[in-house]
């Protein structure tokens, strides 16, 4: 059924036989509809969980983010052994960190890759095991360096020479032997936004194909250091394993030569593995995803008369993404009549770009559906906003919703496990949400919601709790 508002609509959107459905790759497996219509997630009414936590709302399925970590782990593992090598699989912190992540992740097999000495702290805070941490940034601090060299992190991931000089003065201080990963721009550019691609060669983060072989010989000549191998990360939120093909081929040329200078046991080809945020996003499967990508690297291997080497990657996203689910209550309506003609309908809620910074940033596209009952209205176009004093502060750009959405209604927009609560901020003073596992029908806090005494005290005017009753 079409609306005026349908000339609104981008190519790509569908309009749905029913807007109350729950395409499978962006909900998290346990997301259904109970008797009533609610929205349940692991057994647990969304209205419940707005009840018990408010809104808005970072619901985790524990159970999702834990078989995807296997699901990584068991396709890596199975592809290295056909082909003859070993494959570790690192959750990428940035994506979203939290102690409860790190032990659910761990406790499924996997190591975990920080990049600040904030995450290193939370990794070490959750019992992660030191030597199973990659210590990433293309700016670490001596601090943060010498936290990291003296806690045992395994593997540093060396982005530049002052780095390689830092470490050799640190561990030369501490009498330490630091492994250490050499990152490498492979010049791929990825098909992605280009915020998120990081392999072509005009940005910040590591060394030049050429550079990274006079960065190898340095650090072979420091006792401190023990040279493991290369790092190339592509991108972000990257569909197809073509890209990780090229990367890997050119990668290995340098690896090989590399060889003739002493061994070169590791080859870190990074995270970047897409996900669904909308009903046309159609990822492939990590199982043939890893298949591919090892087999290339083997094979490039094998034209090269090289032994394969010990493999690792870095997923964030592709792991915690669609296990995170957004709840909002919608506060307005409002019926915008365009020059055209047509007619678009916003549907303001209570968060926004503080709590999901991805469209405003990437313009990056989600899902969303009417969480409190089923929606009996017909399909119509619609866009969420959030309570940002700004225009572009659009939670889901483009999306039908039942046309009988109401204040008061509950949204649920999917796929906000990744790069949302970690790139959260207090724009307009607004309080960060809380984050909650849920799990077998029961929910946890893992991370407390900000109140608006926190935000507030940062002030130095402003007097809070205590200070204000004195
Ligand atoms: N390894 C390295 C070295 C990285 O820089 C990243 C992501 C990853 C692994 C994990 O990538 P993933 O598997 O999650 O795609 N804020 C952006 C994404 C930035 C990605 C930064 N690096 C977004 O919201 O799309």
Known sequence: ?????????????????????????????????????????????????????????????????????????????????????????????????????????????LRVDVCTGGELEVALAAGVAPASLGFHGNNKSVAELERAVEVGVGTIIVDSAIEIERLAAITARTDAVQRVLVRVISGVHAETHDFLATAHEDQKFGFPLPDAAIAVARIREIPGLEFAGLHCHIGSQIFGVAGFRESAERVLELHAALLAGGPVPQLNLGGGFGIAYTSVDDPTPIETLAGEIVAAVAAGCAARGIAVPALSFEPGRAIVGTAGVTLYEVGTTKDVELESGAVRRYLSVDGGMSDNARPALYGAQFSARLASRLGVGAPQLSRVVGKHCESGDIVVDHEYLPGDVVPGDLLAVPSTGAYCASLASNYNHVARPPIVAVRDGRSTVIVRGETLADVLSRDAGILVGDEARA
């Open 1 to 109: 059924m079409h609306s005026p508002a349908d000339s609104l609509a981008p190519d790509w959107l569908v309009v749905p036989d029913d807007a109350n459905d729950l395409p499978t790759a962006v909900w998290p497996a346990s997301a259904a509809r109970d008797d009533d219509g609610t929205l349940t997630l692991a057994g647990i009414p969304a209205t419940a969980l707005a009840q018990t936590y408010g809104t808005p709302l970072l619901v985790l399925d524990e159970d999702e983010v834990r078989s995807r970590a296997r699901s990584f782990r068991i396709a890596f593992d199975e592809a290295a052994a056909e082909n003859g090598t070993t494959a570790q699989v690192y959750y990428a912190g940035k994506a979203f960190l939290s102690t409860a992540v790190a032990r659910w992740v761990v406790d499924e097999g």
